[in-house]
């Protein structure tokens, strides 16, 4: 991972995405990226609230190229050391509010579980619900796979 990678990930999102775009990636590829250094043997990435010279971190917060990022551990993790696996998606940068829906199957079903808990004198319940979530605007979402 390179900052032109990170860079190129930035240049591939559409305009109109950015304004809500965030990062996602594993906290080893986070600190994979913390640990890029410049030719200097700088670190790319500065702490928190402050401008460097290669614009990897902006502002007061926590963002990288400008955009807030998230840490998951439901990204797949590249490993703290070693070589990435090739076509493994490292990093995400998308805007979910646009291209992402959540939709309910069917309602909430509640269940009384009166008879399982009569002899003690309390009522259990049991809810059921269907969700599912799946990404509607290919053009929302930007990756960084390995190659």
């Known amino acids: 991972i390179s ?12 305009s109109q995405f950015r304004g809500n775009a965030r990062w996602s ?8 990226i913390r640990k890029l ?3 200097s043997n700088e670190y790319l990435w500065q702490p928190v609230g402050t401008q460097n010279v290669n614009g990897l971190t902006v502002g007061a917060g926590a963002t990288l190229a400008g955009f807030a990022y998230d ?13 990435i696996t090739t076509g493994t998606m490292v990093l995400s940068l998308h ?7 959540i939709a309910d199957a069917r309602q909430l079903d509640i269940t009384v579980l009166d008879q399982l808990y ?4 309390q009522q259990g319940f049991a809810m059921t619900g269907y969700v599912d979530g ?12 390995i190659s």
């Open 3 to 14: 900052a032109d990678d990170i860079w190129s990930v930035v240049g591939l999102l559409k």
């Open 25 to 32: 990636m594993h906290r080893n590829t986070e600190m994979r």
């Open 37 to 39: 250094k410049s030719a």
């Open 71 to 83: 840490v998951s551990e439901f990204m797949v993790d590249p490993g703290a050391t070693g070589n």
């Open 95 to 101: 805007d979910l509010r646009n291209g992402y829906a």
């Open 118 to 121: 009569a002899t003690s004198d």
């Open 134 to 145: 799946a990404p509607v605007d290919e053009n929302a979402f930007s990756r960084l796979k």
